[in-house]
């Protein structure tokens, strides 16, 4: 089984974005946030190496923080750190639905 890297570096990326925004504005919100959408793109990321179909959990972790830190994203104009997480989320969305497109096309 081949482990999902991109995946962990993901859930990586997402828990330290929570842990700088409650060290730099004392945001227990996004410090709350960052770390349990990165225990849920671990998981994932987990769920994802142990059976690569399995992609429920990251595509619902990576598709929620794309919405959510979008329309932060919309409403502020900033792109640290709404427009950051946007851009990574919908690329990680990327990487799973071309994942499930490669492995749908190989079986058949």
Same mark, same amino acid.
């Given at each position: 089984?081949?482990?999902?890297?991109?995946?962990?570096?993901? +859930?990586?990326?997402? $828990?330290a974005g929570g842990v700088?925004?409650?060290?730099?504005? *004392?945001? %227990?919100?996004? #410090? =709350?946030?960052?770390?349990?959408?990165?225990?849920?793109?671990?998981?994932? +990321?987990?769920?994802? $190496?142990?059976?690569?179909?399995?992609?429920?959990?990251?595509? *619902?972790? %990576?598709?929620? #923080? =794309?919405?959510?830190?979008?329309?932060?994203?919309?409403?502020?104009?900033?792109?640290?750190?709404?427009?950051?997480?946007?851009?990574?989320?919908?690329?990680?969305?990327?990487?799973?639905?071309?994942?499930?497109?490669?492995?749908?096309?190989?079986?058949?």
């Amino acid at each position: 089984m081949a482990v999902d890297w991109t995946g962990f570096m993901y +859930a990586a990326l997402v $828990s330290a974005g929570g842990v700088v925004g409650y060290l730099k504005a *004392g945001s %227990a919100t996004s #410090l =709350a946030a960052g770390l349990l959408f990165g225990l849920l793109a671990a998981l994932g +990321a987990y769920r994802t $190496s142990q059976n690569p179909r399995n992609v429920l959990v990251s595509f *619902g972790a %990576a598709g929620t #923080l =794309a919405v959510v830190m979008g329309l932060r994203f919309l409403s502020s104009g900033k792109f640290m750190p709404a427009g950051f997480m946007t851009l990574t989320s919908g690329l990680m969305l990327v990487k799973i639905v071309f994942g499930v497109l490669k492995r749908s096309s190989h079986s058949t």
